[in-house]
C-alpha cells in the first residue's frame, strides 16, 4: 500500500489519540457493522459485506477507516459520479459513521477531510451528500465542514402508492 493510501494526523486535543485514516480491508467489515450497529440499532452484515465489494478499493470509490490505538473507530465512503440529471463529475459521500462514545474528537472532520482530499486528487472540484431533513447530527457534522444546500432538490414518493392495473 502506498503512502498516499494511508493519512497519519497528529492530534489537536490532548485527549485525543493518535489516529490513522486509511482504505478499509474485507478484515475490517465486522467492525464497521458493529459502528454502525451501535449508531443505527440494526445490525447489517449483508449490506456492509456488499459495501465492501462495491466500495472497498476501486477506482473513483472510496472507503476508508479510521484506526486509534489498533482499533477501528470510523469510517467514510464516497464516489465520484457524474451526469445524474445534468450533474457535472462530483465527489458523493453517502455513509459516515463514528463510534459514538468517541464523538466530538476530530474523528469525522479527519475521515472527511481524508476522502475529499482522494476525491480532489482523483479531479473532483465539488462533493455532496444527502441528509434526512431530521438528521440534526449529521447535519451539524456536514455544515461544520463548509457544506450548504445545493443546486439539486431531492425528490421521492412511497411506491406503495402506485396501483397495480398502472404497472406495465
Not at 465539488?126 to 432538490?153: E, H, I, P
Amino acid at each position: 500500500m502506498s503512502d498516499a493510501s494511508q493519512t497519519a494526523i497528529e492530534p489537536e486535543h490532548p485527549t485525543e489519540t493518535r489516529l490513522r485514516v486509511r482504505d478499509a480491508r474485507v478484515g475490517d467489515m465486522s467492525e464497521v457493522e458493529a459502528i454502525d450497529a451501535r449508531i443505527t440499532g440494526i445490525n447489517k452484515p449483508e449490506y456492509w459485506a456488499r459495501a465492501f465489494a462495491r466500495y472497498g478499493a476501486r477506482a473513483d470509490r472510496w472507503f476508508l477507516v479510521a484506526e486509534a490505538e489498533g482499533r477501528l473507530v470510523g469510517f467514510i465512503i464516497g464516489e465520484q459520479r457524474a451526469w445524474e440529471f445534468g450533474s457535472p463529475p462530483c465527489g458523493w459521500v453517502f455513509a459516515i459513521g463514528v463510534d459514538p462514545g468517541l464523538r466530538l474528537g476530530g474523528i469525522g472532520t479527519r475521515l472527511f477531510a481524508a476522502i475529499t482530499r482522494r476525491m480532489q486528487a482523483a479531479g473532483v472540484a465539488l462533493v455532496r451528500t444527502m441528509l434526512a431533513r431530521d438528521d440534526a447530527l449529521n447535519m451539524a457534522f456536514f455544515r461544520s465542514q463548509g457544506m450548504m444546500g445545493g443546486s439539486f432538490l431531492q425528490l421521492e414518493m412511497p411506491l406503495d402508492d402506485i396501483a397495480d392495473e398502472d404497472t406495465p
